[in-house]
Every structure is written in structure tokens, then in C-alpha cells.
């Protein structure tokens, strides 16, 4: 059993698993729903099917090509030190915590690189269909990501004696994410409330290095 269950087939289940739910809620969105459209399921959650160029939760900071090929770089750098932590026998719960940030990464990398050649444009009045590759919305790697989870907890107005924000309305949660986005954050959460030790000797270890290399 135990050759079964290795740290290191465990890190590329939980890759796969993620992938594989992250883009089949995506494609039944995208395919299903109009753009905007929303779905209530409580007061508190919500299916709203929206789309952004930028990074996790609909930020827009960068352009896209650059962020698409930093996506790819990042998720190659977070492959290889997954990789070093499974042969470096680092605990399960880390290996588990990095699995779910690369499994994130790569499944926004899917949309940006792939969506814009296989789907034509989702719109108010049309849902998105599966077009020959080429035949797309966008160019290779200028793909929309597709998020959907919307989570508005409670909301309110500001009183509006308060500076800059009074009479605003206030939204929380208000940022609409994906599976994927869900992955990374998990991940990150969990590597810094119980992995903290970790993190730490993986910084100093790295400022050793780099000491030793310019005092070469």
C-alpha cells in the first residue's frame, strides 16, 4: 500500500483532481450560461458567470500576454520545487498545500492559453460554443478566465458622515473566483497557518545560498 500511496503520486492526484473538476464547472458555464448570467442558490452564494483578463478574483493589473507568460513561468517554478519537496521526503500536508497552488495556477493557464481558440464569444443573448481551434474569440495565450463563484455574505451602506467611502454601498465577499482561484488560496492559507516553520528555512536556506554564491 504504501508504494501505492507515495507523497509523490499524491501530489500529481490532487494536480489532475483539481484540473479536472476546475475545467468541467468551467466548460459547463461557459457553455450553459449566458454572460452575467446568475443563479441563485442561498441569499449567500451565487453561480454568476463572468470573465476577466487578469489575475485571481478579477483583478486587472498587467497586461495580458505578460501575465499569461508569468503564469507559465511561475507554474514551471512552482512544478520544480514541488518535485524538490516530494524527493526532499518534506511533510505531507506541504506537499499537499504546494499541489493545490501549481493545480490552481495551470488551470488558469488552460483558459488563457486554449479558451480564446476553441470558444466563440460568450454574450447576454448567446451562449459560448465549441468552434474548430483557430476559429476562437482571441489569440493563443489572450483567453478570458472563467469565474463563477460569488459569495456576497452581508452588505450595507456606509453612514455618510465617513470620509471618501460615505454613502457607498459595501459588498462582502464581493470578488466572483473559480475553482482554480479556490486552489491557490487554499493552498497559500494553509502553507502559512501551518507551515510557517517550513517557509522560514526555506527563506534562510535560499540567503545562504545566495551569501555563499557572491562571496565566490
Same mark, same amino acid.
Given at each position: 500500500?504504501?508504494?501505492?500511496?507515495? @507523497?509523490?503520486? %499524491?501530489?500529481?492526484?490532487?494536480?489532475?483532481?483539481?484540473?479536472?473538476?476546475?475545467?468541467?464547472?468551467?466548460?459547463? +458555464?461557459?457553455?450553459?450560461?449566458?454572460?452575467?448570467?446568475?443563479i441563485?442558490?442561498?441569499?449567500?452564494?451565487?453561480?454568476?458567470?463572468?470573465?476577466?483578463? &487578469?489575475? =485571481?478574483?478579477?483583478?486587472?493589473?498587467?497586461? @495580458?500576454?505578460?501575465?499569461?507568460?508569468?503564469?507559465?513561468?511561475?507554474?514551471? *517554478?512552482?512544478?520544480?520545487? %514541488? =518535485? #524538490?519537496?516530494? #524527493?526532499?521526503?518534506?511533510?505531507?500536508?506541504f506537499? !499537499?498545500? +504546494?499541489?493545490?497552488?501549481l493545480? *490552481?495556477?495551470?488551470?488558469?493557464?488552460?483558459?488563457?492559453?486554449l479558451?480564446?481558440?476553441?470558444?466563440?464569444?460568450?454574450? /447576454?443573448?448567446?451562449?459560448?460554443?465549441? !468552434?474548430?481551434? &483557430?476559429?476562437?474569440?482571441?489569440?493563443?495565450?489572450?483567453?478570458? +478566465?472563467?469565474?463563477?463563484?460569488?459569495?456576497?455574505?452581508?452588505?450595507?451602506?456606509?453612514?455618510?458622515?465617513?470620509?471618501?467611502?460615505?454613502?457607498? /454601498?459595501?459588498?462582502?465577499?464581493?470578488?466572483?473566483?473559480?475553482?482554480?482561484?479556490?486552489?491557490?488560496?487554499?493552498?497559500?492559507?494553509?502553507?502559512?497557518?501551518?507551515?510557517? @516553520?517550513?517557509?522560514?528555512?526555506?527563506?534562510?536556506?535560499?540567503? #545562504?545560498?545566495? #551569501?555563499?554564491?557572491?562571496?565566490?
Amino acid at each position: 500500500m504504501k508504494k501505492i500511496f507515495t @507523497k509523490g503520486r %499524491l501530489a500529481i492526484f490532487i494536480v489532475l483532481a483539481v484540473l479536472i473538476i476546475d475545467q468541467i464547472i468551467k466548460i459547463w +458555464v461557459k457553455t450553459s450560461m449566458y454572460w452575467h448570467e446568475s443563479i441563485r442558490i442561498t441569499d449567500w452564494f451565487y453561480i454568476y458567470f463572468t470573465e476577466n483578463n &487578469g489575475m =485571481a478574483f478579477g483583478m486587472e493589473i498587467f497586461d @495580458k500576454l505578460f501575465l499569461t507568460s508569468f503564469r507559465i513561468l511561475a507554474a514551471i *517554478g512552482i512544478a520544480w520545487l %514541488l =518535485a #524538490k519537496y516530494v #524527493k526532499q521526503n518534506y511533510k505531507t500536508g506541504f506537499i !499537499v498545500c +504546494v499541489a493545490l497552488i501549481l493545480a *490552481g495556477a495551470v488551470g488558469n493557464i488552460i483558459d488563457c492559453v486554449l479558451y480564446g481558440q476553441i470558444f466563440n464569444e460568450s454574450t /447576454h443573448s448567446s451562449l459560448a460554443e465549441l !468552434v474548430p481551434l &483557430g476559429e476562437g474569440y482571441a489569440n493563443w495565450f489572450h483567453g478570458k +478566465v472563467v469565474d463563477m463563484f460569488y459569495f456576497p455574505l452581508f452588505e450595507f451602506d456606509w453612514p455618510q458622515w465617513m470620509p471618501f467611502i460615505g454613502g457607498n /454601498h459595501f459588498i462582502f465577499f464581493s470578488p466572483i473566483f473559480n475553482f482554480a482561484d479556490a486552489a491557490i488560496s487554499c493552498g497559500i492559507i494553509a502553507l502559512i497557518l501551518f507551515y510557517s @516553520k517550513y517557509l522560514n528555512d526555506i527563506v534562510e536556506g535560499s540567503s #545562504k545560498k545566495a #551569501k555563499k554564491s557572491n562571496e565566490k
